[in-house]
């Protein structure tokens, strides 16, 4: 994981995050970010997912997983698509937007699972540190580390995201998967 960011850093990021938010529940432009405003560590290339809640349940989630942009436009772009682009949920509408609670995960870069067998998967994941990322061919999902609080036993967790996949629950245990785990340093509003 790079160096933690200083609190100062997490409150410019949700800040940018709020914005947007704001920017796309009421169909105004996005704030056009000035990089001499902001740390090097926030203008180098980052991973990040933006998360909504309302009193605690999801209102919308997306991410990315590679840092191919700066970490300031990756979470100013993910919190816009996070309020109007998750397909499991109607954009964000004006009203909501002061009971919405905002959560940026910034990700450090993924790393390969070796293993051999299923039941050697269950020993190499670390419940409550990694994320993880299963995929086979053109299929791909992800679960950030926060999810094992609803998920805390490895095969279950492992279950749920071959259905995130599109697959069956036990499809992890019948093929070998590619298998890569990642960490977060998360911060919320």
Not at 69 to 77: E, M, S
Request: hydrophobic share 40%; with cysteine; glycine share 4%.
């Amino acid at each position: 994981m790079p160096a933690k960011l200083s609190l100062n850093e997490q409150a410019q990021l949700l800040t940018i995050a709020r914005d947007a938010v704001n920017a796309t529940a009421r169909n105004q432009p996005l704030t056009r970010l000035d990089p001499e405003k902001y740390s090097h560590v926030l203008t180098a290339n980052g991973a990040s997912f933006v998360t909504l809640t309302i009193s605690g349940i999801l209102r919308g989630c997306i991410g990315t997983l590679e840092a191919y942009q700066p970490l300031i436009v990756d979470v100013q772009k993910r919190a816009l698509q996070a309020a109007s682009q998750d397909p499991r949920f109607h954009p964000v509408t004006p009203e909501e937007l002061a009971q919405i609670k905002i959560e940026v995960s910034r990700l450090s870069a993924p790393e390969p699972v070796d293993y051999d067998h299923p039941q050697e998967l269950l020993t190499l994941l670390i419940p409550g540190e990694d994320g993880v990322i299963i995929s086979e061919g053109h299929r791909r999902a992800t679960f950030l580390p926060q999810v094992w609080e609803d998920l805390p036993d490895t095969k279950q967790f492992l279950s749920q995201l071959c259905r995130k996949m599109g697959c069956s629950p036990d499809f992890w245990e019948q093929k070998k998967l590619d298998v890569a785990r990642y960490h977060v340093e998360e911060f919320s509003e």
